[in-house]
T-cell receptor, first 118, second 110 residues
């Protein structure tokens, strides 16, 4: 009954490899996000999808490619991994507009994926 | 764009009260959130302010002054489990995006 889930929880890989992280939410939300939290604990938004459409695309290398097959899923594929990609990646979801019309937008975060690039 | 400032670290004593400040500059304010993040865990929602004033929720309260671009999170009757990072996040008029501050690491000591 997990609200926002991510797989894998830990990912250790070599520089230059390609890897994917998957995220699923069962909250019925229409908006999903990917955040990167580095070793200094700074939480930076990378991408956001609303109803499967990309609405936020921050300054992120094009080695990072998100994909949302449906409203409940948002995956992140990373090509040619670099040492600086090592971080914890959080997926989150929210409801863009609540049933009462309020843009409350509280975000629910997944448990995070700790990526280590060697 | 947005500029969000919070103190990096704070220390307080168990049972005391602590206030964590957050100042922001934004081109289109549309709400402010506070999240708590324990070490090694995901952020969790604490409070939301969109109008000026104080929102109280148990031991935690959050205050907002839009004209001053200022908010604070007030934690009362501190407990050891309150040791965590507290993140201020400001939502822009485009409600799809909230920008997070760098967080304040609170250490509660006995």
């Amino acid at each position: 009954d997990t609200a926002v889930s991510q797989t894998p929880k830990y990912l250790v890989t070599q520089m230059g490899n390609d890897k994917s992280i998957k995220c699923e939410q069962n909250l019925g939300h229409d908006t999903m996000y990917w955040y990167k939290q580095d070793s200094k604990k700074f939480l930076k938004i990378m991408f956001s999808y609303n109803n499967k459409e990309l609405i936020i695309n921050e300054t992120v290398p094009n080695r990072f490619s998100p994909k949302s097959p449906d409203k409940a899923h948002l995956n992140l594929h990373i090509n040619s991994l670099e040492l600086g990609d090592s971080a914890v990646y959080f997926c989150a979801s929210s409801q863009f507009v609540s049933v009462t019309g309020e843009r409350y937008n509280e975000q629910f975060f997944g448990p995070g994926t700790r990526l280590t690039v060697l | 764009g947005q500029n969000i400032d919070q103190p990096t670290e704070m220390t307080a004593t168990e049972g005391a009260i602590v206030q964590i400040n957050c100042t922001y500059q934004t081109s289109g304010f549309n709400g402010l959130f506070w999240y708590q993040q324990h070490a090694g865990e995901a952020p969790t929602f604490l409070s939301y302010n969109v109008l000026d004033g104080l929102e109280e929720k148990g031991r935690f309260s959050s205050f907002l002054s839009r004209s001053k671009g200022y908010s604070y999170l007030l934690l009362k009757e501190l407990q050891m489990k309150d040791s965590a990072s507290y993140l201020c996040a400001v939502r822009e008029v485009n409600a799809g995006k909230s920008t997070f501050g760098d967080g304040t690491t609170l250490t509660v000591k006995p």
